[in-house]
C-alpha cells in the first residue's frame, strides 16, 4: 500500500467496519462514517469505535434470548 493512500471507515448493515480509499467509490452495502485520513489514522478510529465485533444482527438475537 502506499503510504500516502487516504482511506475512508466505511460501516454496513451490520455494524462492521472496512477501511476504504477514499477516491474509490463505496461499495453497495457500505457507508462511509465521516472519518477519513491515513491507513494507521483510520485503524486507528475503527479499534477506538468497534468495541463489539460482533455482527448487529447476533448482538439482537443473543439480547432476544436472554429476555
Known amino acids: 500500500m502506499n503510504e500516502n493512500t ?3 471507515v466505511l460501516r454496513n448493515d451490520e ?3 472496512s477501511l476504504w480509499p477514499a477516491d474509490v467509490e463505496v461499495p453497495a452495502g457500505w457507508q ?6 491515513t491507513e494507521a489514522e483510520c ?7 468497534w468495541t463489539d465485533m460482533r455482527p448487529k444482527s447476533l448482538r439482537e438475537r443473543m439480547e432476544n ?3
Request: hydrophobic share 25%.
Open 65 to 67: 434470548a436472554g429476555a
Open 6 to 8: 487516504r482511506y475512508q
Open 43 to 49: 485503524s486507528a478510529y475503527v479499534d477506538e469505535v
Open 15 to 17: 455494524e462492521q467496519y
Open 32 to 37: 462511509p462514517v465521516g472519518k477519513e485520513g
